[in-house]
């Protein structure tokens, strides 16, 4: 792709790690168990090995839910799956303090966000105080309750899934709650052979529940955090960083690329989505098993990354240019040298 520069020389490969080793075990153990969502999986283990929280957005019944709990269960960590609704509290996910008439005192009892991986389900059907309270824990990991603040577990994350705007009951997120998602994947329904795929695997469940119970990926918390540090070790080349920075900064002023996107984007992607590519990319390559960046990897995750943090206006929505086909257009046949 000429829009890519080539990849400089790398350090030569190294033998995986046992980390590294395990967590390509993982996504094997997550592929057996969730047919027709490849791409899906492989942006949960991204997330979950730069410690970025997951937006997964689609229709009802294509497992986003699914996927999540598998991967909670395939990790040794703590779980927890809150489903979002309008009348939904702050203190229902954060937890509050309970007087204890015995000892005339208050205790603070901890909410499901005190969980290494928190399913937020439905995250758009939440009123607005529960969207500030989550976004206080998402970016600061932390939580305040009656003026004291306390640190959430250090492997705390949050992957959400979201319903469609177009159907009833559900509110668009804040700008400033969604450039905290580190990416925001759009998933779509299975390919016919995958559906049959679906179909036999329900019916085998207790055969295929019996062999996952056997299987032991060696992954838990304090796996995930020496992971994190791996990853962020993985070799970024030069032309690649300055591939990313000048990526980013094209979705400000696209027509700088492209003279047919002049006038489209009110709001471009910020310094923020420069280092959820890097980190991501980072994530992508060593979940691949490599120990450096290629350009594929930046091509591949580009769209997840950057078609939350772009903010069109009308004119783009009547000439039918979305995020994603504004990020292709960046990418397709350009070059950024």
Known sequence: MSSVP?????PQPCAASPRQAAVVELRALLARRIVGQQSLLDRMVVALLTGGHLLVEGLPGLAKTTAVKALARAVHASFQRVQFTPDLLPGDITGGDIFLPAEGRSRFAAGPLFHDIVLADE?????????????EAMQERQV????????????FLVMATQNPLEQSGTYPLPEAQLDR???HVVIDYPSAEQERSILDMDLAAAERAAADSEVDTRVDAGAVLQAREEVRRVYLADALREFIVELVRSTRAPQSRDPALEGLVDAGASPRAMLALAHSAQALAYLRGRDYVIPDDIVELAPDVLRHRIVLNLEAELRGVDADSLVRRLLEGRSFD
């Open 123 to 135: 995250i758009n059907r939440a009123p607005a105080k529960v969207q500030s309270a989550l976004l």
């Open 181 to 183: 998602f580190l990416l």
């Open 6 to 10: 080539d990849l400089q020389t790398p």
């Open 144 to 155: 305040t309750v009656g003026g004291t603040t306390y640190p959430l577990p250090p492997m």
